[in-house]
């Protein structure tokens, strides 16, 4: 496959630029779900000489009421409703597809345009339930253990179709009579890779007048993209940063890991040691557990001392091994080895066991088969990478 452009505009503040809002659809409208508050605000002010606070009340009926239809905006003038309309949609969700595994979490497939889909996830816990979200179609980053890897990278997703897959797992809870609480963006795609439309969803489900999730309930995960890490510190979002380190040597990761080639260990560790951290906060560090690949008790000696000095809590995930990419899942004595090991030495660490298997929901299994995917190879995996790497 040929490596995607770069995404242009990544900048995270919108006071200088002109506003480009990404198409909902085939048509010119502009997609409601991928506005932010201060987004919509501009459009009123600029576009209708309409005051700021409309677009408060714009959010609270779309947000808070599941109005999807400026017609039944009764606080807003008519002439206003009208005009907002000939501007601006709101793109129906369009589930193909909804799985139930045997432990409740449930798999979604949305289908989007020429044929690309992805996937979300509602993952069942005893306490909550956690929304689980592609920013991405595919991904290029090339992890040799994550199945959405095979896709190789295809396309951004816009902050509308992001807030779509969140729109759609909401409609679709009801019936449920459940609702998510928490939200990592750790389905299809490098998030950090798609800067400017995992922030700008960010901002939507933060927002008191939007979604009004606490920022300490949204997780975006990163395969450790330096420079946008940077930046997206820079964004003071406040939501929780989860790393996938997944090894403790740069010989092992840049084999599982191909970004690893571009930004070894020691800068990445160097840019979270950096990373501007509200006072009590941690970093979440991820690391798969493939046997005989990096959980040798070299490596557990290892991990407490590269994470000196960086406030965190490591989360051990034991691979799946159904994913089928030919890696083996450790054995649960070396799971709860590493844990106790690490927990005895300070380090504030859990284990995360893979939810819906059955399903192929669980971690590493997100993959979307499309006949005109071809799986990658290692030529075009560096390829994307470097294309990726240079775009940030
Ligand atoms: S693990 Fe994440 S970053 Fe790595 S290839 Fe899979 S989706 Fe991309």
């Not at 689980?132 to 040799?144: R, Y």
């Not at 995992?198 to 606490?214: E, N, Q, R, Y």
């Not at 300490?216 to 406040?238: C, M």
């Not at 191909?258 to 560790?269: E, S, Y």
Request: glycine letters at 8%; aromatic letters at 6%.
């Amino acid at each position: 496959m040929s490596a995607a452009p770069a995404q242009t505009g990544t900048q995270l503040s919108a006071s200088a630029e002109p506003l480009k809002f990404a198409s909902g659809g085939h048509d010119q409208l502009i997609d409601f779900f991928g506005l932010t508050r201060d987004e919509l605000e501009r459009i009123l002010i600029e576009q209708f000489q309409a005051p700021a606070y409309r677009a408060g009340q714009i959010f609270q009926w779309v947000y808070k009421q599941g109005v999807y239809d400026f017609s039944q905006m009764t606080n807003i003038s008519a002439a206003l409703r009208n005009s907002l309309a000939a501007l601006i949609k709101f793109p129906a969700p369009l589930t193909v597809q909804r799985q139930i595994s045997k432990d409740g979490t449930r798999k979604y497939l949305f289908e989007l345009d020429k044929g690309n889909a992805i996937e979300a996830v509602m993952i069942k816990q005893p306490a909550r339930m956690t929304l689980c979200l592609s920013s991405q179609v595919g991904c290029g980053m090339g992890c040799t253990f994550c199945r959405t890897a095979t896709m190789g990278f295809q396309r951004h997703l816009s902050a509308g179709e992001i807030m779509r897959q969140v729109r759609g797992v909401i409609d679709d809870a009801k019936q449920f009579g459940d609702k998510f609480s928490n939200v990592v963006f750790m389905g299809m795609g490098e998030p950090l890779h798609n800067l400017k439309g995992v922030v700008s969803a960010v901002k939507i489900l933060t927002d008191p007048m939007g979604l009004g999730i606490g920022p300490r309930k949204i997780t975006v995960s990163t395969s450790g993209l330096v420079p946008a890490i940077e930046k997206f510190g820079q964004a003071n979002l406040d939501v929780n940063l989860a790393v996938s380190l997944n090894a403790t040597t740069d010989e092992v990761r840049t084999r599982i890991m191909p970004v690893n080639k571009a930004f070894p260990i020691d800068k990445l560790l160097g840019a979270l040691r950096s990373y501007p951290l509200k006072p009590r906060k941690k970093i979440t560090i991820e690391y798969v557990m493939l046997h005989g690949i990096n959980d040798t008790d070299a490596d557990l000696r290892r991990l407490p001392r590269l994470l000196e000095g960086i406030p965190s809590k490591v989360n051990l995930i034991p691979y799946n091994p159904n994913a089928g990419l030919g890696f083996l899942a450790p054995p649960k004595e070396t799971v709860q080895k590493w844990h106790s090991t690490l927990t005895g030495k300070g380090v504030d660490a859990f284990v995360r066991w893979s939810k819906g298997q059955d399903i192929s929901a669980a971690c590493g299994q997100l993959a979307v088969k499309r006949p005109q995917v071809e799986p990658m190879d290692a030529a075009a995996i560096s390829r994307t990478l470097a294309v990726i790497t240079e775009s940030i």
